[in-house]
């Protein structure tokens, strides 16, 4: 966990998981890396929330795999889910809900978070049935920033397919990843 900048209550908190993912960022907003995955990100939100004060909003930034063929480019999440998470049974045995589904402002696609990094075609099939796009952070910091009474946007640029190319593809791309998603911010900078 990294954070750059001071949290105020009149100004976004930026949330990306990867130095990579935020290379090509000039902005004057807080900064929060959290690192890789669910627990990372959960813990590092929680922590930057709860020592206060709460900033206007969370911007999430990042890179995520592509569910179904033709989803590209750069999207506002309306949803996220844990795909690795059982839901069901957990409310089967306990008779509550946890993990449940968080519906954000966006109005793109569902994206499924979980502590895999998806390159197996079967896995991606199965995930392309509830969401069209994954990624491993996004659920945490949707629900860090929930628990905090935060609006959360959510913004995912396309890195790869999650399938058996990812790895590649991702490595390959992130650096195009993140100076798009610098432009997105930019751009969001001067209409808010």
């Known amino acids: 966990m990294k954070l750059t900048g001071t949290v105020t209550p009149d100004r976004p908190l930026i949330v990306v998981a990867l130095p990579e993912e935020a290379a090509h960022l000039r902005t004057d907003h807080p900064v929060l890396l959290t690192g890789v995955g669910k627990v990372h990100a959960a813990l590092a939100v929680t922590r930057v929330l709860a020592a ?3 900033p206007r909003e969370i911007l999430n930034l990042g890179t995520a795999g592509a569910l179904r063929p033709g989803l590209a ?3 506002e999440i309306s949803r996220v889910i844990q795909h690795d998470f059982d839901s069901a049974t957990i409310q089967a ?9 968080l519906d954000l402002a966006g109005s793109g696609p569902v994206l499924a978070t979980g502590d895999v990094f998806v390159s197996d075609p079967a896995l991606r099939a199965a995930l392309a049935e509830h969401a069209g796009l ?9 629900a860090a920033a929930a628990e905090h009474g935060v609006p959360v946007r959510m913004i995912k640029h396309v890195s790869d397919e999650a399938d058996d190319t990812a790895f590649q593809s991702w490595a390959q791309s992130v ?10 911010l930019t751009t969001y900078h001067h209409t808010h």
């Not at 994954?134 to 949707?142: H, I, K, P, R, T």
């Not at 650096?175 to 997105?184: E, G, I, N, V």
């Open 52 to 54: 206060g004060p709460l």
């Open 73 to 75: 480019g750069t999207h």
């Open 93 to 101: 045995l306990t008779g509550r809900t946890f993990g449940a589904p």
């Open 134 to 142: 994954v990624d491993m952070e996004g659920y945490a910091v949707a």
């Open 175 to 184: 650096d195009a990843c993140a100076r798009t998603l610098a432009t997105w």
